[in-house]
């Protein structure tokens, strides 16, 4: 019997037809699409408004005049020997750093109190309802309870002369020696619910076995927190501590409607300093240096973040 094998053919190229090149196209730039609204608002609303300040930066009498001139880096010596800039500077150094390391206690200490299995059900409810409440006033009505409850006649002197801790009332906003301090604890008290919930998810989010574990080894409840809780919530507070940094340096509403960063500049803080040379001195060549002074610092500490979370 003999065999027949079937001719081989040749291999054909496959043609590409114009349709096709141009639907492979389409489909190509159907995503830039989809993007082109978000990245026009961003331009619009960010890039080119950045772009502008910078510019108005290195001019001189800027908006006021017809016709500004360069200035150079003069607007930026201005600003940086100013001494109500340093001063501006020095407490909202101090202002972010207290915030955000009594955010972080008080958060994890709230959230751990809310995670333990010592506390009821209703208990839990109860609690997190008075803890959460600082958090569903908005920044206009926490600054008005607070100016009428640190009046020289309000409520916290009242108590505090009742204790007998002080003889007569004292002027927690006015006091060029209290203000900042005030200041700092009314900001605190605002702003540590949103890290006490976040902290409590990522309690939640702990394997029940690692303590399990460590208490087989013979830990007790300090070195399984140093050497379990702690570890495990690192990643999460590292990336909210440096949120709270940008977000707090950033703070403008609450100062403004409390001190408008007085007394005698005790509570003048970056954001409050740059909106005073713009609208109340008409310095806006010098609000501009000091608004890209403020976005050279914010553009570190983000730096830091995306670095942390790319870590991740």
Do not use: C
């Not at 506390?119 to 206009?140: C, D, E, H, N, S």
């Not at 002074?293 to 979370?309: D, G, S």
Request: aromatic fraction near 12%.
């Amino acid at each position: 019997m003999t065999s027949m094998t079937a001719p081989k053919t040749a291999p054909t190229e496959e043609r590409v037809t114009p349709g096709r090149t141009r639907s492979t196209l389409a489909g190509r730039l159907i995503p830039y699409g989809y993007l082109s609204p978000t990245v026009l608002l961003i331009v619009v609303l960010m890039v080119v408004p950045i772009v502008m300040v910078i510019g108005y930066s290195f001019q001189d009498n800027v908006i006021v005049q017809e016709n500004p001139v360069f200035a150079g880096f003069a607007n930026y010596t201005k600003v940086l020997t100013d001494p109500d800039f340093l001063a501006a500077l020095q407490n909202t150094a101090i202002f972010i750093t207290v915030s955000t390391v009594a955010h972080l206690v008080l958060g994890l200490a709230f959230a751990m109190m809310l995670n333990t299995q010592l506390l009821g059900g209703v208990t839990k409810a109860v609690f997190r309802i008075v803890y959460i409440l600082p958090w569903l006033f908005t920044i206009a009505v926490i600054a008005v309870i607070w100016r009428l409850l640190l009046d020289p006649s309000g409520v916290v002197n009242y108590v505090l002369h009742t204790l007998g801790l002080i003889q007569e009332g004292v002027n927690w906003l006015g006091d060029p020696g209290k203000a900042l301090w005030a200041i700092t604890f009314v900001n605190v008290w605002s702003g540590y619910p949103f890290f006490m919930i976040s902290l409590l998810a990522a309690l939640q989010g702990i394997p029940g076995h690692l303590y399990e574990a460590a208490a087989m080894d013979g830990a007790n409840w300090f070195q399984r927190f140093t050497h379990v809780t702690l570890p495990q919530l690192r990643p999460v507070i590292v990336s909210m501590a440096v949120l709270d940094l940008i977000w707090t340096s950033q703070q403008f509403a609450l100062i403004w409607m409390t001190t408008g960063g007085g007394p005698l500049h005790a509570t003048e803080m970056l954001s409050t300093y740059t909106y005073k040379q713009a609208f109340s001195e008409y310095e806006f060549a010098t609000a501009s240096a000091a608004a890209v002074i403020v976005l050279l610092l914010t553009m570190i500490l983000a730096f830091f973040y995306v670095r942390q979370q790319r870590e991740r």
